[in-house]
């Protein structure tokens, strides 16, 4: 089964073994990226929230604590190798993880930590909360990041400023899911007024600096935004300013492995974008690859 070059994911292959709200082994994952004939896989575990204020409400159902997250997340890193060698010969396997921003005063010494000691390929700068308050989760958490920032626009802001504060403190090779702000604030009101199209250009402008591949996020589609992340007026920013894209299935089970990447690529020539930017290891190096969608 030959691979397709332009099939890649750099954002996914979260599992049941390592995340809560995730499915499936890692073993399992892969081989369904193999059956999609993917030619780059990354897998990005989600790193520990350190403090027990960031637990999930499933991981507290489940009786998990900040120790067991970190556990989990060096045994998530030792697993890597041995799959990676197992692979090889079907698949690319590069092995990432998905940072997190808090807490805020001291996430960037322990995301930057964790990469060097742990020796990852790369990293996903993500964005889940502004003002240590998750804006991904239950709609309750998402009103109460609304009601503390003082309105959706400036939330929104906010949530863009944190972006590109990620960026700076943290280099990410990729950035995850750009306008994840429009997953609950969609139904608040407008997320493109031009207070937030000026802010979100900043925030392209430091991704731009520091050479970043924006994340083209297809769990958009089943999260029911009709397009992936991010949405038409920011990809065609983005690609105007010469920055780079790459798929991400953002995959949380085999059976979300691949999906929406085919519709994902007629989203992108339909937006002017005719190649990816992507991420591959020789020898021990990993490198950037363009791809062409044609």
Not at 154 to 164: F, Q, T
Request: hydrophobic share 40%.
């Amino acid at each position: 089964m030959e691979a397709v070059p332009w099939k890649v994911s750099l954002h996914g292959g979260h599992s049941g073994a390592f995340c809560d709200h995730a499915e499936g082994t890692l073993q399992q994952i892969l081989e369904a990226a193999v059956a999609q004939k993917m030619s780059v896989f990354g897998i990005t575990e989600h790193a520990p929230r350190l403090g027990a204020r960031f637990l999930y409400a499933r991981e507290i159902e489940l009786g998990w604590d900040v120790p067991k997250l970190e556990r989990d997340f060096r045994a998530y890193r030792s697993a890597l190798d041995p799959l990676v060698r197992e692979f090889g010969p079907r698949l690319q396997v590069l092995r990432g993880f998905e940072a997190e921003v808090v807490p805020s005063a001291s996430y960037s010494q322990v995301m930057r930590r964790y990469r060097s000691d742990m020796d990852f390929d790369y990293m996903v700068g993500s964005v889940h909360f502004v003002g240590e308050i998750i804006i991904d989760g239950e709609p309750e958490d998402f009103e109460r990041a609304l009601n503390r920032a003082g309105g959706l626009e400036a939330l929104a802001i906010r949530y863009y400023e944190g972006v590109a504060r990620m960026v700076e403190a943290l280099r990410p090779e990729v950035v995850g899911h750009l306008d994840l702000i429009r997953k609950n604030g969609r139904t608040y009101g407008r997320l493109d007024t031009p207070a937030i199209r000026r802010s979100a250009r900043e925030t392209l402008e430091v991704i731009r600096r520091h050479g970043c591949i924006l994340d083209l996020n297809t769990a958009g589609y089943r999260k029911g935004l009709g397009c992936p992340y991010p949405e038409p007026w920011l990809l065609r920013q983005a690609h105007e300013m010469g920055i780079g894209v790459c798929f991400g299935d953002d995959s949380h089970g085999p059976q979300q492995v691949g999906a929406g990447i085919e519709e994902a690529r007629l989203y992108l020539l339909d937006n002017g974008v005719s190649e990816i930017r992507t991420l591959a290891k020789e020898g021990d190096r990993v490198v950037r690859r363009s791809i062409s969608l044609q």
